[in-house]
């Protein structure tokens, strides 16, 4: 499914959506997908609505156009579609090519903008770094040709991530240019008709290692021209073999590997023109070879590594959504006895009346824990009518410490004192510095506090045989080990509708 404008749109990971998506056990129907956006924070509610009403839907929602889930943004008098592609379309042409499905969904506000990764910015250090070294170090024509190595290196790379699942706005733009349709459905002909297998390598790979070697050589090695014309000459094999393909194999131009060639042929008119033949030490054409056969075994190297990731993903995804079928999950989860606590009254937190209760066993110096509050937390706070949590210390007064006992009274009186905002803001703070004396600065209990309550709520712990921490109870059932905790948030709207196992308020 291609939807690389709806998930850039929703500021969604592409693999990570797709991951998820691919291993839901209804994959692909429209529950499979409402959910994936629900897991990674898209609160959506799917609903068949006969296009009469559509008038009445807000700005922005996901319909399906044209067979795939889009971004239907309402303009002045047109609609704007995300999806593989942005397009617009008028209200007619709209109706024609959607279904009666409409998702309203919840866009996170202020959601962390994905930050340029550590790697990219030091690779775009690298090129303005090697593009400042030739202008100062070498002649005008030997700085261009490196430029133009840059330039094939920085293309390459692209469709090299694109294999992967990597979405490319480079190759997108260079393929799509004003109709992206029918030109990248030619880049992606000749792509896929590329069978070429050099130790898992493809042309389009090698582009890579050709253009990585040429940088090497023209920065490493003085006076290396005659090896980098002879270099460059060689290339007009595979310039000619690409045009082989377009014009008589597929017959169709793709732009990006007319742009790859265009390269290969500047840097083919520089050498000839520009580059002197002078003569070379005998080991250097021994050293160019070994540079490119280093070259070549580290990308095929790379390559197989993330091939034997996407094949991981594959077989992880067909494994997941076996694991992540509901009845599945709720099998496994009512096997264990139900545990029924008496103490619910402390540090309670959500609604009374919510249909979702989860117990929180957990130890405010145990490291695992921190993440564990923010997920029940989180809950809460995407599902606050449905999700309620009591969090349940391991205390038990006579064996603890001093420090233990006063942290755990700061505690309660912020939860009797302060808001439930509040409360959950100062242990949310602790687990972030662990720093008692800090706490103490914001939390004023004038005198002892008693904390009997909780020395009850420890005692029920230990008599239920919950010393581990942490450890999440689901109205009464404790969460299957063989899941991961977060494995919640996929089921989490299912628990909420299944009338035989939520509660009616506590």
Not at 123 to 137: A, G, H, T
Not at 273 to 301: G, Q
Not at 489 to 500: E, P
Request: glycine share 2%.
């Amino acid at each position: 499914m291609k939807i690389s404008s709806l998930l850039k749109k929703l500021s969604l990971d592409k693999q990570e959506f797709h991951y998820q998506f691919e291993s839901h056990p209804d994959y692909p129907s429209n529950l499979a997908f409402s959910d994936t956006l629900n897991l990674l924070g898209i609160k959506n509610e799917a609903y068949i609505l006969e296009k009469e009403f559509w008038d009445e839907l807000p700005d922005e929602y996901i319909g399906i156009v044209d067979g795939t889930f889009s971004i239907v943004k309402k303009e002045q008098k047109d609609y704007k579609i995300y999806s593989e592609k942005m397009m617009s379309l008028t209200k007619n042409q709209l109706y024609e090519k959607s279904t009666n499905l409409v998702i309203l969904f919840e866009k996170i506000e202020n959601r962390d903008a994905k930050a340029v990764s550590t790697f990219n910015v030091i690779l775009y250090m690298l090129y303005i770094s090697v593009i400042l070294y030739s202008i100062i170090k070498f002649t005008w024509y030997e700085t261009l040709f490196n430029i133009l190595s840059l330039a094939g290196i920085f293309i390459s790379k692209e469709l090299f991530k694109q294999k992967f699942g990597t979405d490319s706005s480079i190759v997108t733009n260079i393929c799509g240019g004003n109709n992206a349709t029918a030109f990248q459905a030619s880049c992606d002909k000749i792509f896929d008709s590329d069978r070429t297998n050099i130790l898992g390598l493809k042309i389009s790979d090698i582009s890579l290692v050709y253009f990585l070697t040429t940088i090497f050589i023209g920065l490493l090695f003085p006076f290396s021209s005659s090896v980098l014309k002879i270099t460059t000459l060689l290339s007009l094999t595979a310039i000619a073999y690409s045009f082989f393909v377009q014009i008589f194999v597929e017959k169709v131009l793709c732009k990006i590997c007319m742009t790859i060639n265009i390269i290969l042929i500047l840097q083919i008119l520089i050498s000839i023109s520009c580059f002197t033949w002078i003569e070379i030490d005998e080991t250097f054409p021994i050293i160019t070879i070994m540079l490119f056969v280093t070259v070549f075994l580290s990308v095929a190297y790379i390559n197989s590594i993330l091939l034997q990731r996407e094949e991981y993903k594959k077989s992880s995804s067909k494994s997941m959504r076996f694991i992540r079928n509901y009845k599945i999950f709720k099998h496994i989860l009512l096997t264990s006895d139900q545990i029924e606590f008496k103490s619910t009254k402390a540090f309670f937190v959500g609604k009374k009346t919510a249909k979702i209760h989860i117990s929180l066993i957990s130890n405010p110096y145990c490291r695992f824990c921190k993440n564990a509050h923010k997920l029940v937390i989180d809950l809460i706070a995407r599902y606050p009518v449905d999700v309620s949590a009591q969090i349940r210390f391991n205390y038990v007064n006579e064996s603890q410490d001093s420090e233990y006992s006063e942290l755990l009274s700061y505690f309660k009186w912020n939860y009797d004192n302060k808001s439930e905002h509040e409360f959950i803001e100062i242990i949310d703070r602790w687990f972030n510095i662990n720093n008692i004396i800090e706490i103490n600065k914001i939390s004023y209990p004038l005198s002892a506090i008693d904390l009997s309550e909780i020395t009850e709520i420890g005692i029920e712990n230990m008599i239920a045989g919950l010393d581990l921490t942490p450890t999440i109870i689901i109205n009464g059932y404790m969460f299957p080990k063989i899941y991961d905790r977060e494995d919640i948030y996929y089921f989490i709207d299912k628990l909420v509708d299944d009338a035989d196992f939520n509660l009616h308020g506590l």
